[in-house]
T-cell receptor
Framework: AQTVTQSQPEMSVQEAETVTLSCTYDTSESNYYLFWYKQPPSRQMILVIRQEAYKQQNATENRFSVNFQKAAKSFSLKISDSQLGDTAMYFCAFMSPLSGTYKYIFGTGTRLKVLA | GAGVSQSPSNKVTEKGKDVELRCDPI?????LYWYRQSLGQGLEFLIY????????KSGLPSDRFSAERTGGSVSTLTIQRTQQEDSAVYLC??????????????FGPGTRLTVL
């Protein structure tokens, strides 16, 4: 069974600095998709970035980028120029289309606090 | 357009009572997912609907949990004889097709269920 591990329950970063959130996963499959979601206090889950495993190029979305290491099964999220609005829970998620369903498997999350 | 909506936003009930949680997906989205987020935990998959196909109920924790999706749109998650361990945030998500591996799931704001 696939698992997703986020080993950092809480992190903090100064405004305008860079922070990296870690995520590792376990799977025997070669075709899968990885996601980072942000959950602010409003509880609304918002997609931050996604990565297809067959793509070697790391995904980027403005200030957000990933470091995808397929062999190491690692998928970290880098947030550059951190802003106060980035304060939230961040969840890493895995999805494999070969599983027969399209459910996401989530990690336990990292609570990020951006300090003024 | 409108996002995924859920009602009620908060629900407090007594142990042993039945509750119904409602999800309105984004119009035109054929796939619908229910997840449960317990305190300090990641999101746990409960059930998945795709079009007219039989739902994937593999994540439902017990036979007290059931869900239906009427007319391919609105979904209701029912918990019978609620227990205190059912206390959690119940999140609903929808996606455009559900069969394309790069589908993004859009989440609602969740229903916070408290069982006294």
């Amino acid at each position: 069974a696939q698992t997703v591990t986020q080993s950092q329950p809480e992190m903090s970063v100064q405004e305008a600095e860079t922070v990296t959130l870690s995520c590792t996963y376990d799977t025997s499959e070669s075709n899968y998709y990885l996601f980072w979601y942000k959950q602010p206090p409003s509880r609304q889950m918002i997609l931050v970035i996604r990565q297809e495993a067959y793509k070697q190029q790391n995904a980027t979305e403005n200030r957000f980028s990933v470091n995808f290491q397929k062999a190491a099964k690692s998928f970290s999220l880098k947030i550059s120029d951190s802003q106060l609005g980035d304060t939230a829970m961040y969840f890493c998620a895995f999805m494999s289309p070969l599983s027969g369903t399209y459910k996401y498997i989530f990690g336990t999350g990292t609570r990020l606090k951006v300090l003024a | 357009g409108a996002g995924v909506s859920q009602s009620p936003s908060n629900k407090v009930t007594e142990k042993g009572k039945d509750v119904e949680l409602r999800c309105d997906p984004i119009s035109g989205h054929t796939a619908l997912y229910w997840y449960r987020q317990s305190l300090g935990q990641g999101l746990e998959f409960l059930i998945y609907f795709q079009g007219n196909s039989a739902p994937d109920k593999s994540g439902l924790p017990s036979d007290r949990f059931s869900a239906e999706r009427t007319g391919g749109s609105v979904s209701t998650l029912t918990i019978q004889r609620t227990q205190q361990e059912d206390s959690a945030v119940y999140l609903c998500a929808s996606s455009l097709v559900g069969l394309a591996a790069t589908d993004t799931q859009y989440f609602g704001p969740g229903t916070r269920l408290t069982v006294l």
